[in-house]
């Protein structure tokens, strides 16, 4: 399974960014897809979880009512919507995949396939 992550970029608060990731060879091994974030020294973060069919998105508090995660099975893409941004939104984006279906935010250590990052950065 290959992850591509694209659509980062520089953006003041206030402001919102969509993130992608095309998801290729091999997506019936897919349980459940999601963002991770990591910020320069700090651990890294799920913020948005999603059961790659079927099934709802799931937040953990400090982006819930701002972020929002869809996918697209027939394009094997995966996008969060960012809205309301704030600078400590600022951070390097993954988007990961699980080989089992979960609800519920999923652990970063959870996800098995990677892709490359993008970067986020939010000026005040």
């Known amino acids: 399974v290959q992850l591509q992550a694209s659509g980062g970029g520089l953006v003041q608060a206030g402001g919102s960014l969509r993130l992608s990731c095309a998801v290729s060879?091999?997506?019936?091994?897919?349980?459940?897809v999601g963002w991770v974030r990591q910020a320069p020294g700090k651990e890294r973060e799920t913020v948005a979880s999603i059961p790659w069919r079927g099934g709802i998105g799931h937040y953990p508090d400090s982006v819930k009512d701002r972020f929002t995660i869809t996918r697209d099975n027939a394009k094997n893409t995966v996008y969060l919507q960012m809205d309301s941004l704030k600078p400590e939104d600022t951070a390097v984006y993954y988007c990961?995949?699980?080989?089992?279906?979960?609800?519920?935010?999923?652990?970063?250590?959870?996800?098995?396939?990677w892709g490359q990052g993008t970067m986020v950065t939010v000026s005040s």
């Open positions: 060879g091999g997506t019936f091994r897919i349980g459940t």
């Open positions: 990961a995949a699980d080989p089992r279906r979960r609800v519920g935010v999923v652990y970063s250590a959870d996800y098995d396939y």
